[in-house]
């Protein structure tokens, strides 16, 4: 799917705003390591760069997505005068692995933290991580992890592992969600944990968007929602444990969970949000679904993003 089949669903004057942002497609290569079986990896980025911007943007997609659906979200914050960078994530989009069976989501953590040290290495300007679905608890983690965030902004964050309500909401079915200790244990056997399967098998793609012709697009869309996904990598996203909020060591969070949202319940990510130590502010999207599209959410949400980019720039 190209980015202007996401466009189309962003309502006016986003939509042709968006559509004017032209994207670059970059490559970034995380070189293979001992404890890594995936190997190299060779991430394909997209951004719109900006030298004389006061502020980056690093987005982040969910299970099911890529650096094109999220575009859309890049392209407004690029309208606003940001950096912008957005990674297709191993088994999605155009990023190539050598062995997709054996990623797990650990890799996903592991290869965004040495992104986010590889794009502030030099460069002073706060970065921000704008984590969308699963992207959410994403951001929130490598923030904690390296230190080097100023901000993380969350659409969603799901403690998959620690949660059951969260475990019930991403998958499925019910019966898929009491599957997953079983799930994990076959993680650990080398052939089982290869095994692929179409995403939609184990995930609600027709909750993406209040718009049936959104989730459409998402669920056919070979580079995201259409493709497959391992059982390693789906077990291991299960079973990972996220920093607990007690204990988070990042920076202030935004969680901006679309108020409408039928995938995944807006009170499984503000509780979790109010649990954490650092500044944590929560805003729900009115009108939104998951794909947070509709209005006014998305004023909404472009009014938060302006208000806490002023006041990073503002901050000694």
Known sequence: ????????????????????????????????????????????????????APLRVLVLHGGGGHSGLVWPLGAILAKEGYEVLA?????YGLTRVPDPGRVHYEDWVDLVSDLVITETEGDPRPLVVLGASLGGMLAYEVADRTGRVAAVVATCLLDLAGDPDARRAVARTPALARLIPLMSAASRVGALARVRFPIRWVAPMSAMSLDPALSKVCADDPLGGGSSVSLGFLADLMTHHPPRPERYRGPRVLLVHPASDTWTP???????????????????????????????????????????????????
């Open 1 to 52: 799917m190209s980015i202007e089949s996401y466009y189309r669903f962003l309502p006016e004057p986003w939509r042709s705003d968006a559509a004017g942002i032209a994207a670059e497609s970059t490559w970034w290569v995380w070189p293979s390591s001992a404890g890594r079986p995936c190997g190299q990896v060779d991430v394909h980025v997209r951004r719109a760069r900006r030298d004389a």
């Open 87 to 91: 990674p297709d994530l191993p088994q």
């Open 266 to 316: 807006p009170e499984v990510s503000v509780r979790f949000a109010r649990r954490i130590v650092a500044p944590t502010e929560i805003r729900l999207l009115s009108g939104c679904g998951h794909f947070p599209v509709e209005q006014p959410g998305v004023d909404e949400l472009a009014d938060r993003l302006r208000a806490l980019a002023a006041d990073l720039v503002e901050s000694p």
